[in-house]
């Protein structure tokens, strides 16, 4: 009736009560709104979603508010996209426990990877990229391989000691003089992981890892919660648009690295008999010739991507901050160094095998993870329709664990806000873990590289304190992190050798 009486109506009144009907109920039927039951949170309009209401503030700022406010089950829209911001530690872990909150997202860079290295026959590559029974297949089969291989086993040790020398070394060769430590541990740090993903090293001389390693882009300067990654269509469609394509030159240099060295693998002769996760993969593509198979060249690509840059950032990174963090805090060095001479002395290095008897080097080390936080916000999306505290989330929500909460809980820290050891120490001076330590993640998806990135940061970490007294110049930067990733602090340091006992 309603309709009929716009329609009837003269001039132009009738058609703009008509537009306007049609207008209301398109929005209507946009998506953006609030699902029911959906934990509470921003306002969320139709088709912008809380974008209105996220103006003028810091990502990390908007998230603190809606957690301050709203609680551990907080909410907001990204355009048509809800997102659900779990806060403390014990319901961020009951959360990505289930597997109901195992999916990924897609994320621009990751689907614009995926493009480039199966040249565009598929944007969801990889362990990173896919989701299902995909990421599960490619997850088991990486995970056991890369233990064949000694992945994060002590088999593997003596491959970080020989970088360890080598830095060493290096670093010895600056003869007192100020070392810009951004991206000094990259190189090392990568070796270890391509030994074990491709079963061989980079010299430090080598002129095409070098040009990867300065121009690759952190995490930390990219922002996973950005309003441009939900526009609908855009993971499709960015890799078509010239300015895309211009401000992902470092990605596209990457991924061209990275299918080089891959292809060179396949063709080389020794590629059926070294024993890397490499010639593992490939033995696993060729039995399954002929058939339906996630086993293929791309996701091979993808999956020794993945390694490659997660150990190049994230290992790198913790490396970095933890000299910072150590040669700022002058008593915690000399603790960390009287405790290395008493139980490890100067004869040899220290070993992973004494983690248990270095309390308190242990307890810096996690304590300079702690305080980067490198991953601050983990997302995940929801893979069904399911129910967390209460609340309904349909499937294709953003879950969005708040790992910077865990991470600076009153509750669970001693000293939250602060650079201090004594968080991982119990009154006797024993190491103790704590339920909100997630550095490398939680629940269905932690870091499959975790073993291996333990094991170095100490092993890195123990002897570069052992051997070396770092103090710092003037000119530290420490980055403002308003991103869903930090970064760690840009500084220069002088490396003084110390004397032998």
Known sequence: MVLEWMVKMPGWEGIVLLG???????????????????????????????????????????????????????????????VVLVSGSSLIKEVFAHKAASNRPQMLFTTTRSYLLSEGKDLHLGIFGGNGKKWQELRRFVLRHLRDVGFGKTSCEPMIVEEVIELMDHIQQQKGQPIVMKRLFNRSVVNVVWRTVMGKRFPYDDADVAKVIETFLQPADTNLLHPLFYIPGMSKAAVYLPIWRNATKSLRDLTAFIKGEVENFICSEDCDVNHSLASLFLKEIQSHAGE??????????????ELFTAGMDTTSSTLTMGVYLVAKHSAVQQKVQQELDEVVGRDRLPSYSDLDRLPYTRATIHEAQRVLDLVAFILRSAAEDCTFAGYDIPKGTVIVANAEDAMTDPKLWKNPQEFDPENFLDTDGRFVNNEGFIPFGTGKRVCVGESLARMQIFVFLASLFQNFTFSLTSDEIIPTSNNTFSAPAIYSAVAHLRPRL
Do not use: C, D, W
């Open 20 to 82: 306007l009907f049609l207008f209301l109920l398109l929005l209507s039927a946009a998506p953006g709104r609030r699902p029911p039951n959906f934990p509470p949170g921003l306002p969320m309009l139709p088709i912008v979603g809380s974008l209105f209401h996220m103006q003028g503030v810091s990502l990390r700022t908007a998230l603190r508010n809606l957690n301050k406010e709203y609680g551990n089950m907080a909410s907001f829209g990204i355009f048509g996209t809800g």
């Open 292 to 305: 339906k198979s996630f086993f293929n060249t791309y996701e091979m690509k993808a999956v020794i991507f």
